[in-house]
Structure formats: structure tokens, C-alpha cells
């Protein structure tokens, strides 16, 4: 990862809407990111538990930033619809592990290139300290190539 991209992986943690949640993102490397968010006052709902919009704030936009990375400047990545549901409450610290293996970026590439766009659906696990599944948030991304000037 170069300089640029570790200062933009710090500067999203000050992006006001993750900011007022809590939530902190830290790059592992160039296909995965974990996002975690404590229970605080600015996260907490009316029964005591995880916020739902929050849990799907610290899950909006890795996916999208982890293909706009990899494909690079020729394509665009664009979140086009999400789904959140509900496995049990989520008390204390919870996390999302955002990972894309190569090959499937290889074939997220090849797809568009012969299609001309996509619409790759991703899916990931919010968890708690213990490993037990609080939500499951899965994204539809809209991939194409950029038209050529």
C-alpha cells in the first residue's frame, strides 16, 4: 500500500458519519479491511443494544473502496443496493472483516470486460467479541468500464 492510500485508509475514520458512530476502520492490506464499533452514547438504541443504522453505516462503503482500488481508474464501482438482517442484539464491541480474493476480482474484471457491466453481490458478517453473528449485511455493487473519450 502506498503513502497515499494509508492516509486515505486514516482520513475515512474522520468522515463525520463513521466519526459520530464510533466506528474505526484499519486496512489489513489492499483486499481487506476490519471495521469495528464499541457501544458508546452515540451508537446505543432504545432497548440498549447496537443501533441498527449504525451496524449498516460500518458497512457501507469497504466493498465499493476495495474494488474501486483493485480495478483501478478504467472501471467504476458503485454501491447500488444493500440488505441488513438482524441476528440477535449486539452488546459491547462488534466487527466486519471485508475481504475480495484475487480470483474474484479477476472475474469481477473479465464479467465486465465481456459484458460490459455487472452488478456482483457481497455479503458480510457483523460480529461480536465472542464470534457470534449480530447482522448479516449483504451489498449489490454496479461495475462497468469507463466509457473511453
Not at 449486539?90 to 480474493?101: E, L, M, T
Not at 449480530?134 to 461495475?143: G, N, P, T
Request: charged share 30%; with cysteine; proline share 5%.
Amino acid at each position: 500500500m502506498n503513502i497515499r492510500q494509508r492516509l486515505m485508509e486514516r482520513f475515512v475514520n474522520l468522515y463525520p458519519p463513521l466519526l459520530g458512530a464510533g466506528i474505526r476502520s484499519h486496512a489489513i492490506d489492499e483486499r481487506t479491511i476490519v471495521v469495528e464499533m464499541k457501544l458508546t452514547l452515540f451508537n446505543i438504541n432504545l432497548v440498549g443494544v447496537h443501533f441498527g443504522g449504525s451496524l449498516y453505516a460500518m458497512c457501507d462503503p469497504w466493498f465499493m473502496l476495495i474494488l474501486m482500488r483493485l480495478l483501478g481508474k478504467d472501471y467504476i464501482v458503485w454501491d447500488k443496493a444493500a440488505n441488513i438482517q438482524f441476528k440477535k442484539p449486539g452488546r459491547g464491541r462488534v466487527k466486519a472483516r471485508f475481504h475480495i480474493p484475487p480470483e474474484r476480482v479477476d472475474q469481477i474484471r473479465s464479467d465486465v470486460d465481456a459484458q460490459g457491466k455487472i452488478e456482483p453481490i457481497f455479503t458480510v458478517d457483523i460480529v461480536d467479541d465472542d464470534g457470534q453473528v449480530i447482522a448479516q449485511v449483504e451489498k449489490l455493487l454496479y461495475i462497468r468500464r469507463k466509457k473511453e473519450t
